[in-house]
DNA sequence: ATATTGACGGGCA
DNA sequence: GTGCCCGCCAATA
């Protein structure tokens, strides 16, 4: 790794997430900080938030990745929360309001 | 180098 | 359950 790379912070730390968030099953959803845990990074859920923020790749299912309260994401990236609310649904994903999915049903227990 | 911002989380009212 | 404050971390208006 070159030295560039490691002041780029977390290059790796990047693809960590984009893997993480792959392995969110179809149907349920997690949190930034949970994803952030999951990593070895704690206090890393901001980090989680920027990274998918700045990219939305096809292949990385961030719609699935909600905040602790179940809260869609204030400005996804596409359509607003329209469009990841509407991903959610089409994937089976209850929700409580227009805007926070049902964390007690669909939040990924991982393992 | 400092200040501000943001797709966050925990604690408390 | 919701809202406010504060702490945390990285990017930058």
């Known amino acids: ?5 490691q002041a780029t912070g977390d290059a790796n730390f990047r693809e960590k997430v984009f893997r993480q968030v792959k392995k969110i099953p179809k ?3 997690s949190t930034y900080g949970q994803v952030a845990l999951l990593l070895g990074k704690p206090r890393g859920a901001r980090e989680v ?3 998918l923020h700045s990219n939305d790749r096809v292949d990385v299912p ?3 990745v909600v905040d602790r309260t179940g809260r ?4 996804f990236a596409f359509d607003g929360m329209a469009e990841q609310r509407r991903r959610l649904v089409n994937e089976g994903v209850k929700f409580i309001d227009k805007i926070h ?3 007690e049903k669909h939040l990924w227990k991982s393992r």
Do not use: E, F, I, Y
């Not at 869609?72 to 400005?75: E, Q």
């Open 101 to 103: 999915v049902d964390l």
């Open 27 to 29: 149907g349920k959803v």
């Open 62 to 64: 961030c719609h699935r």
């Open 49 to 51: 938030g920027w990274m």
């Open 1 to 5: 790794m070159t030295q560039m790379q």
């Open 72 to 75: 869609l994401a204030p400005n």
